[in-house]
């Protein structure tokens, strides 16, 4: 025991010296993270706006001049989604010149509202009504005979590289001001027959208002918590990725103790080799641990100084750093892992660098997780990375305590709990003495 | 206290790595004294190495056994690990740590602290004549002042046995006598050498018993001297060499 405290205190300590000697190295852990937080949510910090600010364009030709098509057509100009265009070069945009424009890549979506749309929904409503009155009443509407109407109809042309998320967009604007407008046109024909048979003239067409208000809130249960912005998403996720990138220099530092025959001779000396490999856990971790504060303290204080959202920490801190001390022991010890598996430095580089892009493809750094598809969400469970940032939109998202990212800590901690151990044993049983 | 005449004991070792055609040590026996100064001399892949990495416990046999005072490294390691010390063939040392802190981490490796730890650092870096350089990175070091950083950082915890491979290989008059001197010095303490060497001259002067091995296989064992004297045509351990391994020492 004695012998163990003093080996793994030595190595802590020769680890943090050759830290502190790698005066590039040591600049290339905290620059290099602290620059891609800062490019990377300034770049998606724009790709954000387009997706929440900038409106998107949408070609409209509207061939029903009657209440349906205009009430369309205003629905969408008044959305905060959409800029609606309906005509190009000073001349009223024609079906062919919408479908054109579209094909050519030119605008993503053109809407077209056949003719007739506002007659055919009155007429149709009328039919309806018919089939409903008794027969006594089947002159309310005049003598003519109504028959069933097509139904009116809107065509949507879309680019076939529109994104599926602006597709669902539209189309659900689309349905909503179709609902609206289709009670506002029964709402008319009802009033019609309301004077026609009881003599009550209703004072004015009604149902321009919503009965059922949506409001969209970020389930959090408290006031103050902000809604998710750029900064939320891409600080934590770059921040992971920094600390799991760490993973090179910890598995090259393995890698060259092997080869430098150190591990060996280290190997020639009394005790367990987990005293040096806990030497190395705890320096590195120290390193991931001040790394991801720096970048954190980056999104609170750096980055509204680029004009960008303030990173709201959110106010459990413990949970905050109870987190970030596991993410960064999770990162450990996959460093080991690889520096005691790989055979060399270009292996543990290139397998290192490697598996931590797709951890990070999969578990959400680069695509948030709620924009891919089924089967990735599943998988994106699978990754490391996935469980860090979940915690950590947990936490700012959601106000979290510790209590409730519980459960991030237990897999983030089990993680690294194994690969140390896989790395021990490999270390240990690639050779056996006699 | 009498010497132990089986200090270390080798018996029918063999040793075959994975996917090699030939063992690299085949049949080894080989008992050693305490007290002597044991010269393993062979040439190039002759086994040299791999016979020290078993005794060291660094890698395992596929057959036979080895003892170290009568201990085996698989039931006693750390025991065996306090008795031996280890100078391996290539520089096992920090590039980026200076001298004296290269020696202090490798002596708390064993358990030394404090002043006894400093103050033992201290005394072999002057013996060496290492004093006025002990704060400058091995890195830039020469590659005999290196190789005798790499010797001191294996008798820190002062082992009964000292392992050496090739300790003096690719360093000038100077240093090798510095550590020749001191193999000599050790040994007259009470510390037992197993050195293994290219050097047929040195091993001829130092070593109290010589062994060669060529193919893994043990070609002859004894004192030089006798070595000498019953193998017709010999005049040293140079001709010796030559024709039990029918190989020029350095091809
Ligand atoms: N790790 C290994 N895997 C496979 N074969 C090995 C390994 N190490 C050594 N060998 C082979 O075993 C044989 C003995 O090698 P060893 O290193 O013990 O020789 P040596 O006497 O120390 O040589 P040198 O004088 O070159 O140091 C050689 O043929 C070598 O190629
Ligand atoms: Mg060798």
């Known amino acids: 025991m004695w012998l163990f405290l003093i080996k793994y205190t030595a190595s802590t300590y020769k680890e943090t010296l050759l830290l502190l000697r790698d005066r590039a190295g040591l600049a290339m852990l905290f620059i290099m993270p602290a620059a891609l937080v800062m490019i990377m949510t300034l770049l998606q910090d724009s790709t954000f706006k387009v997706l929440e600010e900038k409106k998107l364009s949408v070609l409209v030709v509207n061939q029903d001049a009657d209440t349906f098509g205009i009430n369309i057509v205003d629905g969408l100009k008044q959305s905060k989604f959409f800029h609606v265009i309906d005509s190009l070069n000073g001349k009223v945009l024609t079906e062919s010149a919408l479908r054109e424009q579209v094909a050519a890549g030119d605008y993503q979506i053109g809407i077209v509202v056949r003719p007739n749309a506002t007659r055919n929904i009155r007429e149709n409503m009328k039919y309806n009504m018919l089939q409903q009155l008794p027969d006594e009443h089947s002159d309310v ?196 892992l690889i520096g005691t598996i790989a055979g060399s430095q270009e292996q543990s580089a290139i397998f290192g660098s490697i598996s931590v892009v797709i951890l990070a493809a999969i578990g959400g750094v680069w695509i948030p997780v709620f924009m891919m598809s089924g089967v990735m969400q599943v998988v994106t469970k699978l990754s490391p990375l996935n469980w860090s940032l979940n915690g950590y939109y947990d936490i700012f998202l959601r106000n979290a305590n510790l209590m409730d990212i519980l459960p991030n800590l237990t897999a983030l901690f089990l993680f690294f709990v194994t690969c140390v151990s896989i790395g021990w044993w490999v270390n240990t049983h690639k050779n056996q003495p006699v | 206290m009498t010497n132990k005449q089986d200090f270390i004991e080798i018996k029918g070792l063999i040793k075959r790595y994975p996917h090699a055609e030939a063992n690299a040590v085949d049949h080894l026996d080989l008992t050693i004294a305490q007290g002597e ?95 006025d350089r002990k704060n400058h990175r091995i890195g830039n070091f020469s590659g005999g002042m290196k190789r005798r950083i790499n010797l001191i950082a294996g008798i820190l915890h002062q082992p009964k046995i000292l392992f050496l491979d090739e300790p003096t290989v690719g360093i000038d008059v100077h240093s090798t006598n510095v550590i020749l001197e001191f193999l000599r010095e050790i040994n007259q303490q009470g510390t037992t050498i197993l050195y293994t060497s290219h050097h047929m001259n040195e091993a001829e002067n130092l070593c109290s018993r010589i062994a060669v091995i060529d193919y893994g296989k043990l070609m002859a064992v004894g004192i030089p001297a006798e070595l000498i004297r019953s193998h017709a045509g010999c005049e040293n351990l140079e001709d010796l060499f030559l024709q039990l391994t029918g190989r020029k020492l350095r091809d």
């Open chain 2, 37 to 131: 100064i044991f010269g393993l001399l062979g040439p190039n892949g002759a086994g040299k190495t791999t016979t020290l990495s078993i005794l060291c416990g660094l890698i395992s046999a596929t057959a036979g056994s080895v003892s170290i005072d009568g201990l085996s490294m698989k039931s006693h390691p750390d025991q065996v690990k306090q008795l031996i010390g280890v100078v391996p063939q290539e520089i096992a040392l920090f590039d980026k740590l200076t001298a004296r802190e290269n020696l202090l981490y490798f002596g708390q490796m064993y358990g030394l602290t404090g002043k006894s730890l400093r103050n033992n650092v201290e005394n072999y870096l002057r013996r060496f004549g290492l004093t």
């Open chain 1, 141 to 336: 509407f005049g003598s003519d005979s109504i028959a069933l109407s097509p139904p009116a109809s809107i065509e949507v042309f879309f680019d076939p590289v529109t994104k599926n998320s602006f597709k669902q967009a539209i189309i659900s604007a689309l349905r909503e001001y179709s609902s609206l407008v289709e009670a506002k046109v029964m709402f008319g024909v009802y009033s019609g027959v309301f004077e026609d048979m009881l003599g009550i003239k209703l004072k004015q067409q009604g149902m321009s208002t919503r009965m059922v208000n949506i409001n969209e809130q970020y389930a959090s249960t408290d006031e103050h918590l902000a809604v998710p912005n750029s900064v939320q998403h891409n600080v934590p996720a770059w921040a992971v990725f920094a600390m799991f990138f760490v993973v090179i220099p910890l598995a090259g530092n393995l890698i060259k103790e092997r080869e430098s025959g150190v591990s060996l001779r280290l190997r020639t000396m009394p005790g367990s080799d987990l005293a040096m490999i806990m030497g190395k856990v705890t320096t590195y971790f120290m390193v991931i641990l001040s790394q991801a504060i720096l970048m954190l303290l980056i999104g609170i204080y750096l980055l509204p100084l680029l004009g960008l959202p303030q990173l709201k920490p959110g106010h459990h801190y413990l949970a905050l750093f109870v987190l970030t001390a596991t993410i960064s022991l999770a990162a450990t010890g996959y460093g080991i």
